[in-house]
């Protein structure tokens, strides 16, 4: 490590009354990567929005390079003093390709002042190949899987040479190859002089990639520590001020009915041959790498993607779902991967989104009953514990926990009787990890059936009954709650068994 290049210092923000930021100090060094840490809503994303000129602060300057103290007044301004930033949500054109994404804004002439198309898509495709990825400078970004999406964001963050690079959740898509390869370019940016703020919710990563950490919590400075002399028991305690005895909350109550069958499911090219059964009051988990098929298997089930063969039994009576509202009408519920883009009505409000699902259950009469509507979300708010200003707040404007919440609630407030959760707890913090733990917890104890998507393992290995590990669109094998460990998944999903 070596001279400071970011210093912050009581940096404060508010909007209307609320306080989102109230006197935040941190510092960088080149060649360091210093994490920030705390929970959904702490002013983590409002400080990064501080520092690349997008929200201008209220109080508080800002040395960048050892220049003056000032406030950066423009997010052109922070790209000419170095300053990339990789957000958490992905912000790329779909319908250009790799190439022009990566100089969107910034595109190479001639020497007649026209874009120079050969020159962009070979400079990108030597960048894309730098990073060892296997993608094509001229792919429509659109065609890309997410995990692909978020690779081509992180090219385009380095392309702008910064001294000082943003990562916010940068894994939150990638698969463990990518992550390493990740980890490879961070390290080779840190041999270059780069500082880099790594904002991540895997306490695994920061211990595995940062110098120093700093967390935050309520908008307020907690504490800085170095890496070395610290613990993730330690960290979650200045995270949510209080210590988590119980992270994980599971009791194990199965029960004899079988709620769901499939048998010999089959999608030519995507999956294969998948067998398994979940009972009532069981949490079955699913396993894999990115890409392995496991999205594709719940959306087959679900009804929003068609599948060749095979057979669909719930409660015993065979089902085929053309479509999401066939499912739905059978007590099927499905929380998405995506919660933005597939699950959220982010313009709309809380309690729009809330009954979503289940507008039959605010009818009155020919109408909707707006006293049966706001008693249902009002129920859902406080069950589920959803921190918003009012049910008449837009969804966007949540923490990623609580939107991940209202998700959930969409669904339970259908009245499922299968609950099939796409990785449920992706970008969000320790404690609102915490309370969907337990919502699944309860939901499994009143006998529902709960199948558990994760990349996550220590997420399935303590949550669920039993794992089924996918690779390559096939289950591999069904490891039941006493064979669970980290290295036993990882084999059979790398196929090294």
Sequence with gaps: MGARVLEMRGIRKSFGGTQALTGIDFDLEAGEVHALLGENGAGKSTLIKVLGGIYQPDDGLMRVCGGPA??????????????????????????????????????????????????????????????????????????????????????????????????????????????????????????????I?????????????????????????????????????????????????????????????????????????????????????????????????????????????????????????????????????????????????????LCNSVGFNLTLASLKRAMGGLFLSARKKRKLV?????????KTPSSEASVGSLSGGNQQKVVIGKWLASGPKLLILDEPTRGIDVGAKQEIYAIINRLAKEGMAVILVSSELPEVINMCDAVCVVRAGKIEKRLERGELSQETIMRYATGSV
């Design 70 to 195: 000032k406030r950066i007044g423009s997010v052109q301004e922070a790209q000419r003093l170095g300053i990339g930033i990789i957000h958490q949500e992905i912000v790329l054109v779909p319908h250009l390709s790799v190439a022009e994404n990566i100089f969107l804004g910034r595109e190479i002439l001639d020497r007649f002042g026209f874009k120079d198309d050969g020159l962009m898509r070979s400079r990108a495709q030597e960048m894309v190949e730098g990073l060892g990825l296997d993608l094509d400078a001229l792919a429509e970004v659109g065609s890309l899987s997410l995990a692909q999406q978020q690779m081509v964001e992180i090219v385009k963050a380095i392309s702008f040479n910064a001294r000082i690079l943003v990562m916010d959740e940068p894994t939150s898509s990638l698969s463990n190859d990518e992550v390493a390869k990740l980890f490879d370019i961070i390290r080779r940016l840190k041999a270059d002089g780069v500082g």
């Design 197 to 345: 703020i790594y904002i991540s919710h895997r306490m695994e990563e920061l211990f595995a990639i940062a110098d120093r950490v700093t967390v935050i919590r309520d908008g307020a400075y907690i504490g800085t520590r170095s890496i070395p002399e610290t613990s993730p028991e330690d960290l979650i305690g200045m995270m949510v001020g209080r210590s988590l005895k119980s992270y994980y909350s599971r009791t194990y109550c199965p029960r004899d009915e079988v709620m769901l069958s499939v048998e010999h499911l089959t999608k030519a090219g995507v999956f294969e041959d998948i067998c398994f059964q979940v009972r009532a009051g069981e949490v079955l988990g699913f396993a894999g790498l990115v890409g392995a098929g496991r999205s594709e298997i719940m959306a087959a089930i679900f009804g929003s993607e068609p599948y060749d063969s095979g057979t669909i039994r719930l409660g015993g009576r065979e089902a085929t779902f053309r479509n999401p509202a066939q499912a739905m009408a059978r007590g099927v519920a499905l929380v998405p991967e995506d919660r933005k883009r597939q699950g959220l009505v």
């Design 378 to 386: 009002d129920s859902y708010v406080d069950d589920l514990r959803i």
